[in-house]
Structures are given as structure tokens and as C-alpha cells.
């Protein structure tokens, strides 16, 4: 009987651990695949999310290998590269239309920054992601199975540890980039949509890419412009000398 017993716990422990695996694999899939689907339409470019993992009872996450291509007309390298955004959500809210996201925490991301005269790689994309947010652009939104719009609501977002490569080749600059925190996303207006949360996300993104290659480019010009005076001032120097100055 204490056998029995024992061998029904055991066959019970399995298969609640079967069950959670599955789940664990589900959500996974069903993030993996709507970050595929729906994110090309917010870019208009490639999009490619590698792996997604969820824990169905804790609601923490993790989505690795997020690639977002370049608009047509620049080069063939990601604007964007994320290796790991980690994900602490309310798990009851996955079964409704107002998804909430307690936490959201990108680690090491990469921003491939490409100029020409009055335009960049990063300002078009902001720019398709904009026209999306006012439903002018071509972004689809996803949606429940009665057809009502997803809204997300992030309590915090966290970027850190974030590099700019300005250039391309073996030449380009790397930059580091100053950590980025933005909170209550969505809190005030009940929940905003996909296309609504991308575009406020990367404004921010946007706006610290440039303020960190304007400081650079600062720094750099002000070191060049030394130069250039301690230079001349040593021409003069040298002229007076030839002259019969005095230095």
C-alpha cells in the first residue's frame, strides 16, 4: 500500500512537471512566434527573435538573439542587436488583452548607427515606427481572438550596457552608451499598443544614440582643435625665431 502510495506521488510530480515543461514551451513558442510575425510590420525590415523562454508560474522570461535589419538603402548589417531582454510579466495578464510587464531589462545591446548628408538608418526607423504609432504606417497590431487590440503596460524598462558603433567596417567607433531607464509605459493611458510602446521605447533609444555620438564627436573635435593651436602656436613660434623675434 505505502508503495503504491509512493509510486502515485511520483507518477503525480511527473506529470505536473510534464505539464510545466510544456507550458514553459508553449509560451515560449507563442512569444518566439509573434515577435516574427508582428515586429517586420512595426520595422518594415527583418526582424528575427533566435529563442524565447517563460516560466508560466513566476511570469519571468527571457527572449535572446533579437535582430532588427536595416531600412533598404543602407548596409546589409542589423541597426539593432539585442543578446539577451529579460521579462518579468504578470502571468494572469497573458490570458487577457492588457498584457502587464512588471520589468524589462535589455543587457549588452548593440546600435549599428549609419549618417548620410540629413538622414540615418535609426531616424527611419523611428520615423516607420512613428507613422505606426499615429496608424499611418503599415504595422499591423496584434490582436485576441475576438479581433480587441493587445495593450502592454511596463511598470519599468531598463537598457544598460549599451555600445554605439558609429562607421562600418574594421574603422568604426564604439561607443559606450549611458543606461536608459523609462517607467510606467502605458500605466496612465490604460494599456497602449505594440506599435505605441515601440515607438516610445525607441524615441528614448533614438535620443541617447545621438547624445552619445554628438558627445564623442565633441570630445574628438575639441582634442583636434588643441592640436591645431598648439601647432600653430609653435609655426609662429618658429617664424619669429627665423625673423629675429623673440619667442
Known amino acids: 500500500m505505502k508503495r503504491k502510495l509512493i509510486w502515485g506521488i511520483g507518477a503525480l510530480l511527473a506529470a505536473l512537471l510534464l505539464a510545466y515543461v510544456a507550458c514553459d514551451l508553449f509560451l515560449g513558442s507563442v512569444v518566439k512566434t509573434g515577435v516574427n510575425r508582428f515586429a517586420p510590420r512595426l520595422t518594415q525590415t527583418k526582424v528575427v527573435l533566435a529563442g524565447a523562454h517563460f516560466s508560466p508560474l513566476t511570469g519571468g522570461g527571457t527572449l535572446s538573439g ?15 542587436s539585442f543578446g539577451k531582454i529579460h521579462v518579468q510579466l504578470v502571468p494572469s495578464s497573458l490570458f487577457g488583452d492588457h498584457i502587464v510587464l512588471e ?15 540629413v538622414s540615418s538608418n535609426i531616424g527611419e526607423l523611428l520615423q516607420r515606427l512613428e ?37 562600418l567596417g574594421p574603422t568604426a567607433l564604439v561607443l559606450p552608451m549611458p543606461p536608459l531607464e523609462l517607467d510606467n509605459l502605458g500605466t496612465s493611458e490604460g494599456g497602449i499598443t505594440a506599435n505605441q510602446l515601440s515607438f516610445a521605447v525607441m524615441r528614448s533609444v533614438t535620443t541617447g544614440i545621438v547624445a552619445t555620438t554628438t558627445r564623442a564627436m565633441g570630445q574628438v573635435g575639441a582634442t583636434m582643435g588643441a592640436a591645431v593651436g598648439n601647432n600653430a602656436k ?8 627665423l625673423f629675429g623675434g623673440k619667442n
Open 66 to 80: 533579437l535582430v532588427v535589419g536595416n531600412p533598404e538603402g543602407w548596409s546589409d548589417n542589423p541597426a539593432l
Open 103 to 117: 520589468d524589462v531589462e535589455v543587457d549588452d545591446p548593440e546600435f549599428n548607427y549609419e549618417t548620410k548628408v
Open 131 to 167: 507613422g505606426n504609432a499615429a496608424g499611418t504606417g503599415a504595422g499591423g497590431e496584434p490582436a485576441t481572438k475576438n479581433g480587441r487590440p493587445i495593450k502592454f503596460e511596463v511598470k519599468r524598462f531598463m537598457l544598460k550596457g549599451g555600445r554605439v558603433r558609429l562607421g
Open 234 to 241: 609653435k609655426a609662429v613660434d618658429g617664424l619669429k625665431g
